[in-house]
């Protein structure tokens, strides 16, 4: 056959009427999700087995917090460049706060959970510790957020190439003038998910997250967080399909009435124990608690739920707990 006619016959479409196309299964159901891109990617829920998770390392930036950077009225050292901030009154221990580190990635090893971790960034990325920010996940991948304050833009990019080297679809990504992160979005249902609007995460963020998963057949309903919390996450958190845990003094009224709606029992958190929201769930009714928030983590074992207790007070003042430090790339699902 002449050069000629093997051009035409590739041209006349036989030969790729041959091969395809094949548009069904569709990307995310699960024979196909697993076959093309190696496993069952993403969560369709918070509560499922977790199998793996985002992490990244401590900044060494913290130990440019100093002392005649206290602030009296913030409680807190402020960086006067904003580049970080420690709340409290005493200058950040690294070494504890490594060793607290530690045993957070050791205890979920010893829970067979496998820990992706992304790069280190340079030393003013103070807060990227916080890998539930930059992105969220959803049956078939993740989508890349985009970070409000100046201190943390940039580390979007680090996170889509962690996410996309470790082989996980990414869906989409908040571009434009949209703001949105992961603290703030909550999968309740496999077809309903939570966004809290707020002074991190805007109306349009939410917009964008929205049509993005319009396709996945998820729904996204908004709801608005009062004064300056940033997320959802610092209020609440599931810990079975029909449990979750608030703090009633700062979720939204409209957000506990749907959970209510849909069958959820709430319970309080200690009111002395706020950070209690913040931790990680590791299976239904089984999770990860800072050991300092006793009096919760008893309420909790009061309604059946296995609280399995870690050393973590020192992050949390960097301005994040357990649930921020990670963001699961799989859980459970079909």
Request: charged content about 25%; aromatic content about 8%.
């Amino acid at each position: 056959m002449s050069i000629i006619d093997s051009t035409k016959e590739v041209a006349d479409g036989r030969f790729h009427g041959l091969m395809g196309p094949e548009a069904l299964p569709a990307f995310h159901e699960l024979g196909e999700l697993e076959g093309t891109w190696g496993r069952r990617w993403g969560a369709a829920d918070e509560v499922s087995r977790l199998r793996s998770v985002l992490m990244r390392r401590p900044s060494a930036g913290l130990a440019a917090v100093r002392a005649d950077a206290y602030d009296a009225e913030m409680g807190a050292f402020v960086d006067p460049d904003r580049r970080w901030y420690w709340t409290g009154e005493e200058l950040p221990d690294l070494d504890l706060v490594n060793a607290q580190y530690d045993g957070f990635v050791a205890a979920l090893k010893r829970e067979g959970v496998e820990i992706v971790f992304a790069p280190d960034l340079p030393p003013g990325f103070t807060k990227a510790v916080y890998t539930r920010d930059p992105l969220v996940t959803v049956p078939g991948g993740a989508i890349i957020g985009r970070l409000a304050p100046r201190m943390r833009r940039g580390e979007e990019q680090s996170i889509a190439a962690t996410v996309a080297a470790a082989g996980m679809p990414i869906l989409g990504m908040v571009t434009g003038s949209g703001l949105a992160e992961g603290g703030s979005f909550v999968k309740v249902r496999r077809d309903l998910a939570f966004y809290g609007s707020s002074v991190r995460c805007n109306p349009e963020g939410g917009r964008q997250l929205a049509r993005i998963l319009e396709p996945y057949g998820i729904r996204v309903q908004q709801v608005s967080l009062p004064g300056y919390l940033i997320h959802l996450d610092m209020c609440s958190v599931m810990i079975d399909d029909d449990l979750a845990l608030i703090n009633p003094r700062l979720a939204p009224y409209d957000f506990m009435t749907a959970l209510w709606d849909l069958g959820i029992e709430t319970v309080n958190v200690h009111p002395d124990e706020e950070w209690s929201t913040n931790l990680l769930v590791l299976n239904r009714r089984r999770v990860l608690l800072p050991a300092h928030l006793e009096r919760t983590g008893e309420m909790l074992a009061d309604r059946g739920v296995e609280v399995v207790p870690i050393e973590f007070r020192e992050m949390l003042k960097n301005g994040g707990g357990l649930h921020c430090s990670t963001m699961e790339l799989q859980r459970d699902w079909s």
